[in-house]
């Protein structure tokens, strides 16, 4: 079983979806929990951090973190072609190391 | 402005060449990464630094190695050992006594063995 999985898509939707994008994990010690958002070609960027469980929300963006259930989602609302991109998990147990990727969701928001 | 600049973008390379992929931080960062990604993989830890003179192997670490002469910079080889080398190389850097802990990365790099 992989550390952390994550359903590799492509996931396409249209333009002003609720989009749901979530991840597994295996390791019951991970306490940091970030989304990222990679266009094509380039490097990942950071959306979202949280520490421990919770939710977080930015603009049109709201992580949630679940560890009972070991569980993450990044929720995007009001989506948009511009939201098109592959989106990475990504945890760890120690504050600013040790970094455990998913594989990444890829999304297509269609106009 | 403050960020990552990783060189070249693209780079080919012949079977038994060693090849070496540039990243520099002006972040101030104590801690560089480098990750491999290849298409619906996770991202995978090559090699990192936590200080200048130091660094540690990662989860694939063989056929690849570094140097962190320079706290902004953490130079990747690929060497002709690494048995299938065609991938994108991201670096990436942390400050590990910030508050938040992310990870910033650089644009990139895509290396492709003829």
């Known amino acids: 079983q992989k550390e952390v999985e994550q359903d590799p898509g492509p996931l396409s939707v249209p333009e002003g979806a609720i989009v749901s994008l979530n991840c597994t994990y295996s390791?019951?010690?991970?306490?940091?929990f970030m989304w990222y958002r990679q266009y094509s070609r380039k490097g990942p960027e950071l959306l979202m951090y949280?520490?421990?469980?919770g939710n977080k929300e930015d603009g049109r963006f709201t992580a949630q973190v679940d560890k009972s259930s070991k569980y993450i989602s990044l929720f995007i609302r009001d989506s948009q072609p511009s939201d098109s991109a592959t989106y990475l998990c990504?945890?760890?147990?120690?504050?600013?190391?040790?970094?455990?990727f998913g594989p990444g969701t890829r999304l297509s928001v269609l106009p | 402005d403050g960020g990552i600049t990783q060189s070249p973008k693209y780079l080919f390379r012949k079977e038994g060449q060693n090849v070496t992929l540039s990243c520099e931080q002006n972040l101030n960062h104590d801690a560089m990464y480098w990750y491999r990604q290849d298409p619906g993989q996770g991202l995978r830890l090559i090699y990192y630094s936590q200080i200048v003179n130091d660094f540690q192997k990662g989860d694939i670490a063989e056929g690849y190695s570094v140097s962190r002469e320079k706290k902004e910079s953490f130079p990747l080889t690929v060497t002709s050992a690494q048995k299938n080398p065609t991938a994108f190389y991201l670096c990436?850097?942390?400050?590990?006594?910030?508050?938040?802990?992310?990870?910033?990365f650089g644009e990139g790099s895509r290396l492709t063995v003829l």
């Open positions: 949280t520490y421990s469980s």
């Open positions: 990436a850097s942390s400050a590990r006594t910030d508050n938040t802990g992310e990870l910033f």
């Open positions: 390791n019951s010690a991970f306490q940091y």
């Open positions: 990504a945890m760890s147990e120690v504050y600013g190391q040790n970094f455990v």
